[in-house]
């Protein structure tokens, strides 16, 4: 976050003695002060959210930098600038200072947002809209690729990477072409999603995550005996082939499923792909050692399966189990699969809506 704002300043601050209100910010409607007081008040707010755990609602206040009639005269450029540093500062310490499990409110799409999110909004505020000015006023600009890169893998899932990161992401938001994809007219990032069962939270894995996983990461968990499965780390690998080959789907990927009476992570379950024409979708799942007997694996079964057969046109839920897994044979039943049929090693289960 620091570095984001603290490049948007070095970039705008260079340009402060111009005008800013009389100009537009690239191919917004705004002008470019109005872009920029746009960029105090996001990270300000988001600073809000999450520090006030706000739960339905974007907590009632904004910033005024206009002053009062008795008060000073309104900020100059140079003071919108000192603003954004401020509320940067504000919005970077919130995250620092917030436990992994908190989410807050935010609308899109899932109606939360988790520390990681609410940091890659801000940095994704600031840098778009530090190009809009830019743009506006006529100077250059090009942040580092890894805060580009660190916005695409937890905010926008469903992009493609591209040749570079700030590129997709300009592509990505209506702000500039790549060659062989149609320009966006509209767009909307993605927070990942979560789902509850009675013990565990079932949290959507990001592009990130599931490329820390993939390389012997944590993922940013604490895992029950120190380390995930390697079923959870091949799972991760899948994830990062889609999403690289952009057909990443959030609601339709891993989840790490995480208890909730001490946020250590049990294991993880996920599908392996969108549903089918038929409305067919496979779910496979892996806990670690230490966690197993405990129930855990079918109570998220349950959960993610009852989630996925709410969806439009889901018909049935498919688990295939190898033939000398019985512990997992006996997850799927207790979760309500009945079985199909049997082929060669393995058995298929469904769980029809």
């Known amino acids: 976050m620091e570095e984001a704002v603290a490049h948007c300043v070095a970039t705008l601050g260079a340009v402060a003695d111009r005008d800013w209100a009389g100009v537009r910010a690239g191919r917004l409607e705004w002008s470019c002060r109005e872009t920029a007081e746009h960029i105090a ?20 206040f904004d910033i005024s930098l206009e002053g009062s009639e008795d008060g000073p005269d309104p900020a100059d450029n140079a003071g919108v600038l000192q603003v954004i540093t401020t509320t940067g500062a504000l919005l970077a310490a919130a995250v620092r200072t917030t436990p992994r499990p908190v989410r807050a409110f935010h609308p899109y799409p899932f109606r939360h947002a988790n520390r990681e ?25 090009a942040p580092p690729a890894e ?48 789902l509850r069962s009675e013990r565990l939270t079932l949290e959507g894995v990001t592009p990130a995550t599931a490329a820390d996983l993939s390389l012997a990461g944590d993922g940013g968990y604490t895992w029950v005996g ?44 996920g599908f392996h792909g969108v549903p089918d024409g038929d409305g067919r979708v496979e779910i496979g799942y892996d806990l670690v050692e230490g966690a197993r007997g405990h129930g855990y694996a079918t109570e998220a079964l349950r ?10 046109g889901v018909r049935t839920v498919v688990a295939v189990v190898d033939h000398e897994n019985v512990p997992s044979q006996k997850v799927v039943t207790r979760a309500g699969f009945a079985r199909v049929s049997e082929d060669v090693g393995q058995i298929s289960y469904e769980l029809r809506g």
């Open 117 to 141: 999110g609410f940091a890659a909004m801000g940095v994704a505020e600031v840098l778009l809209h530090t190009h809009d000015v830019a743009e506006g006023l006529g100077i250059g600009y």
């Open 303 to 312: 959960t993610l399966s009852r989630r996925a057969l709410e969806q439009d």
């Open 226 to 269: 120190g380390a995930p499965a390697d079923g959870t780390r091949v799972g991760a690998g899948h994830a990062v082939k889609r999403y690289e080959e952009g057909v990443f789907h959030p609601e339709w990927g891993m989840y790490v499923l995480v208890r909730r009476d001490d946020d250590l992570a049990v294991g993880a379950m």
């Open 41 to 60: 008040s996001d990270l300000i707010a988001y600073a809000g959210q999450i520090a006030g755990r706000a739960q339905d609602a974007y907590v009632p």
């Open 147 to 194: 805060l580009a890169s660190f916005v695409l893998t937890r905010i926008f899932p469903q992009v493609r990477p591209g040749p570079t990161p700030w590129e997709t992401l300009l592509w990505a938001t209506g702000r500039g072409d790549l060659p062989g994809r149609e320009p966006v007219t509209t767009w909307r990032w993605s927070n990942n999603p979560v």
